[in-house]
């Protein structure tokens, strides 16, 4: 029976996903800059209804941009046509 090294191991387990690293550095980019636009919704701006309008619309903007760097870096690839390896669990063993 021949070895099988933990990253073929992990390359099944995720067919078709390669991790993107690159994207970490825009990933916090955009966080500051969020972090710099809620404190000003939050914090500076006095309008309450403007904050009102504003707040929830926030909040669901910076939970998408979240989620989409969240599948880009774990190797999610947004441009794929759904197609998959389908082989088997006994071809790795």
Same mark, same amino acid.
């Given at each position: &029976?021949?070895?099988? =090294? #933990?990253?073929?191991?992990?390359? *099944?387990? =995720? #067919?078709? &996903?390669? #991790?993107? @690293?690159?994207?970490? #550095?825009? *990933?916090?980019?955009?966080?500051?800059? +969020?972090? !710099?636009?809620?404190?000003?919704?939050?914090?500076?701006?006095?309008?309450?209804?403007?904050?009102?309008?504003? +707040? @929830?619309?926030? !909040?669901?903007?910076?939970?998408?941009?979240?989620?989409? *760097?969240?599948? +880009?870096? &774990?190797? *999610?690839?947004?441009?794929?046509?759904?197609?998959?390896? =389908?082989? =088997?669990?006994?071809?790795?063993?």
């Amino acid at each position: &029976m021949e070895s099988i =090294s #933990p990253s073929s191991r992990l390359a *099944f387990l =995720s #067919p078709g &996903m390669k #991790p993107h @690293p690159e994207i970490a #550095p825009w *990933f916090f980019g955009v966080w500051i800059a +969020l972090a !710099i636009l809620g404190l000003w919704v939050t914090y500076l701006d006095k309008n309450v209804a403007r904050k009102k309008r504003l +707040l @929830p619309l926030f !909040i669901v903007i910076a939970g998408v941009i979240f989620a989409v *760097f969240t599948l +880009l870096m &774990m190797g *999610f690839d947004l441009r794929s046509d759904g197609v998959r390896n =389908s082989r =088997s669990c006994t071809d790795h063993f």
